[in-house]
């Protein structure tokens, strides 16, 4: 019933159809035919009843502004589509589809694809130029960046910067002088801007904000493995070093050479990087007050210890390894009873071969008896033999003995004989115990032999196992259990990590006692931790280091994203707010207390049967629905896919979903070695290796006590954040471009990806219309203070900072004041670095600027002070002019004191005269007998009393006659007493009389108007019946529209929710499929191209796959009125569409400016807001435009000159834009009820401009409070 009201009214709402005012219509199709790409060009205003009729067509189509000739919006433009291997490619719109665009490709092959609106993004008026900053973009958006990026990278410029955060990408090649001396010396000094984008800029910023700021700085240097990080941190401690360290000597060589050390024993080969950190590291420069080098301090995290037993195809052991086999001298090769790659275990499994630098001449170098493959294999940072000879020379720098480094090449090599050890079943061992293979047992002899012990000693310490009897016998009686096989050789496996990793861990703090800085200030650090990593095969390793770059990014997040969106609101900027992708529930799911993975982890390991599945089991359980989380059965990767659910974790990461397998997730989280193992360390005659375990024999920490591997790196990170929370920070971001390693090859897609993981397009946004650089009121008055001369001194900091800026004539969009700081946008860099340097010269310069405006501003000042003293002169004159009336006042009084007696009288007697004049009124109110009778004696008492008052006023001042005329007053008041006593006692009867009449008269009033009300109560309750009926029926409409918006946003929502899932999924499956070719479950959508000509269906004609060409010419030709309809709904529905993706792609320049766009965003959006804007909060403004109606030619014209016989034509238009488009519109005419129009439901029926084109927004008085708008809209819904 409801609907069909609701139908009803639209169809009398149908016979006119809504049209926005003609002055918009007329300026926008104005303004189109002056522009050839003009969406207003295609506005569809009115359609003619008439339309049938074939000679109207030609006016129809000039009426619908449609020209038959004319191409689709925006045809010919160039624009941005997404591509799956480029990332993007530029292409021409043809056409306009139901759902998106039809497209050429500009590449030779000119092919026409579709994408939908989302997937095609605006593109720079010039294609070809580049930037330095990406913030000097027109169009902000991925593809301008990625764009950008590509053109400097293909130029070979591999830095950018967005504001004041450094793009690098990969060169894979040195390039010549591009870290030279020559470049540190041209960087220094300068500021970011200054020169062409680069690495050391960033290190000379931090460097100097250290000293500006007195506040340590860390270089947070960001991307995959491979991307390029560990180079980076490179170059910035050689900057620092270089510049700032030559006066600490030794200590700057050792901090120059500790990468050598720690690449030898912490990087390897792997599939996405030959040269890769396995673990992650913070180096921090330390700094004394002078501003030079003081020392260093390395602090490590998570090395990956599997590596060492074992590498997954193609990968390597840690380099120290194959250096050892490659560079030792022979004696030293014999005595360590070395072999090529091939002879060990702990080698073999992974790739063999050897590097070289390119032209090196190495390969001759290193004797052929030790080579597996005489194939080596070229890059350009690893060279097994040369790098050995330096870490050779690195070790002694750093202060280590000839026997230290002796100790260290005999571990390395016990290693590689302890991981061939094997072991067998022992059939002599009835308990099922095993014994060493017996083809190791050389292996096992050189084993202890390198590591100091019996050969026995190490046989049974790997093949049995110590434990202490909890029951019977003596509590704490050590008994040997015997091992079987495969638990030997866990026991060996663990034992070579444990060796390996404590021989890391002492060579990072004897690195360290290298670089003592007892008198460091503060420092610069720079952190260098893995990437972001996924592999077809995920497991323990990926799960810690992804964890940590999600903790990265959130701080990243926080640094660049919300803390400096707080910053600006705090000092009241009014920045438009940019959205973010939070990943806070991320880390949650790992670290959270409980149900945290972490935990989940940690609970497992301390039941006796623990087993990952049911650490798996569980970690589904206690986070089911978690957006982050999901079984492997979700995964994009086929053989995912095949993981059981309690087998895998799916998780979904900031960067793309990653699939864990957790098979070994318990036994990695566990490092402790086994008592037996470590009692037999404590056995060795080197005292080093023992100290390096330290007194454990016995340990007292029981299992369930000792810190789990996860558990110490999530507590090390949670140091390492307030570490960097405490400091100020610097962004990095490496990009890696091409899985292949090859020197400048861009692939598109990857690096797309990773630009978008890194959250850079956010950052793009907030960085444009933000201040990446300010600084404090008092910092800056700081800097000057001591150069001040004595009369610029006594400035406050803020007037100071103002003076300054205006002697330099500052641009005023370039900065703005805060409460506290002075903000600088990005690209004005060197400006407020200029002004925060302290070398002299520039600061005398810039006090002598402050000193000539200041002596301006005096001058002006001076002049205001002879205005004021003018003004001052006016104001006296007139004060004076006010006495002299003053006094006249003051003489009139004196004057009336002195004639009081006879002004007393005569006020008397002219009051009673007044007085007299009441008789007048009551003879005018006695009836007419009454007065006949009293009238002649009335009036001459008031002649008489008008002598008297004549006589009093020409009386002089003589006393007889004063009191005359005194007892003449006197005897008039009695006479007038007594009249007016007559008179009042005649009106009395008088008006008794008339009483009684009209008593009689009322009586029977009273009774009519009984009469009427009763009839009139009848009415009223037919009425309130009736507008009860209509309201119940409104009611039930709104409760259904409410529940219709509800359902569309809870889809919406869900509708995100799945597309973000989908996104995360795809994105890193994509690559690995790219990467490492592993298969993909296809998911592909395709939108549907425009086909030729409108289907009849059911009674209806479906257009939807009709190109935007056929549905122009349809409306223009047609003579079918529902064909045509149905074009038109589709037509108007795609300009809207459209017009919505042409105000998202808008230059920068079109926006609103900030200040004024805040001022007219409310802070609650309303549900339906939401619903047009899920992500990117629009900007909500409210128009009203009056216009005048004209009933026979159908057409109407605005303005405010209404005259009044116009009235009942009126007609006005209100309107509600989200950013550029209408949401809602509502039309109040005098002839038909009020009609509402909402977008989404009744696009057909709506005006299709964008706002810039309705020229509202230059109009006086059209721009309307929210409120106001509100108000008119509920009446109109109520109607
Ligand atoms: N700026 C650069 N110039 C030349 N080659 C580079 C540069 N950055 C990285 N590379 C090359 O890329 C490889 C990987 O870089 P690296 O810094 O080890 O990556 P990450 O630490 O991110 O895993 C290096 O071994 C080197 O060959
Ligand atoms: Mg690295």
Known sequence: MLRTLNKKHQITENSEPPKPPPEILKT????????????????????????????????????????????????????????????????????????????????????????????????????????????????????????????????????????????????????????????????????????????????????????????????????????????SQKAVLRYLCENWGSGAGEIQKRLLETNPILEAFGNAKTLRNNNSSRFGKFVQIHFADTGNVAGGYVSHYLLETSRICRQAAGERNYHIFYQLIAGSSPELFKFLALGQPNQFNYLKRGFIGFFTHPSSGTTSKIPKNRLSDPKFTQDSMVDDFSDFQRLEYALKLTGLSEQEIHFIWTTIAAILHLGNVEFEESLDDSRGGCKVFNGSEQDLIQAARLLGLETMELKMGLCARIMQTTKGGARGTLIRVPLKPHEACSGRDALSKAIYSKLFDWLVSRINDSIPFEKSTNFVGVLDVAGFEFYAKNSFEQFCINFCNEKLQNFFNQRILREEQELYEKEGLNVRKIEFIDNQDCIELFELKGNGLFDLLDEEAKFPTSNYKSFTKRAHEENRKHFRLDTPRKSKVKSHRELRDDEGLLIRHYAGSVCYETKHFVEKNDDLLHNSLQILIEQSTIRLLVSLFGSTAYPTKSKLKALSVGAKFKNQLSTLLIKLESTGTHFVRCIKPNNQMIPFEFDGSAI?????????????????????????????????????????????????????????????????????????RAGKFAEFDQMMKQDPETMTSLIQKVNEWLVGARWKQSQYAVWSVIKLKNKIAWRSAQVTRLQSIARGYLTRQRFSRQIALYRKSVALLKNSKEIEKILFRLNEHSRAKYTSSAHSTIRDLEKLVSHIKLTTSANDHFEKAENAYEHYVKRVDSMIADLKKQQKSDELAEIERKRRESEEKERLEIEAKKEAERQREIKRKLEEQQQNAQKEHENYLISEIHKAAEETEKKRQNEEKEKLDKMVSNRLAEADGVALISSKMEIEPSSGSATFRDGKYDVGGCSFAYLRDTINTSMDINLLKACEEEFRRRLRIYNEWKSRNAPVQDRPPARAALSTVCEELSIMRSIATPSAPQIQRYFKCEFKENNQKGTCSWGSSIKCEDLDQVSMWFVHFSGQQIQRQLTFTSSRPPQTLIAGRDDAQMCTLALQETLLVGKRGAEISEDEFESHWKLGCLN
């Open 752 to 824: 797309l990806s990773q630009l978008q993981c890194a959250g850079m397009t956010s950052v793009l946004k907030l960085m444009q219309d933000g201040f990446p650089s300010r600084t404090g009121f008092g910092d800056l008055y700081a800097c000057y203070q001591k150069k001040l001369p004595p009369k610029l001194s006594k400035l406050d900091p803020r007037m100071f900072c103002k003076c300054l800026f205006r002697a330099l004539g500052l641009d005023q969009h370039d900065f703005q004041f805060g409460l506290t700081k002075v903000f600088f």
């Open 28 to 231: 926008s199709a104005q303004s189109s035919s002056q522009k050839s790409r003009g969406i207003g060009t295609f506005e569809p205003k009115t359609i003619p009843r008439d339309i049938v009729d074939p000679k109207k067509t030609e006016r129809r189509a000039e009426k619908v502004g449609i020209n038959v000739s004319q191409p689709p919006p925006d045809y010919g433009r160039t624009v941005w589509i997404t591509d799956a291997t480029d990332g993007f490619r530029a292409a021409r719109i043809i056409d306009l589809s139901a759902t998106g665009f039809t497209l050429r490709l500009l590449d030779n092959t000119g092919d026409t694809v579709t994408r939908v609106f989302e997937d095609v993004l605006a593109c720079e008026d010039d294609s070809r130029r580049h930037v330095e900053d990406n913030c000097q973009l027109m169009h902000l958006n991925e593809a301008t960046l990625l764009n950008n990026i590509r053109l400097r990278y293909q130029n070979g410029k591999i830095y950018s910067y967005v504001a004041n955060i450094l793009i690098s990408i990969n060169p894979y090649q040195t390039i010549d002088g591009f870290y030279s001396l020559q470049k540190i010396k041209e960087y220094r000094g300068k500021s970011l801007g200054q020169k062409e984008p680069h690495i050391f800029a960033i290190a000379d910023k931090s460097y100097r904000e250290m000293i500006r700021h007195r506040k340590s700085q860390s270089i947070i240097v960001s991307g995959e493995s491979g991307a390029g990080k560990t180079e």
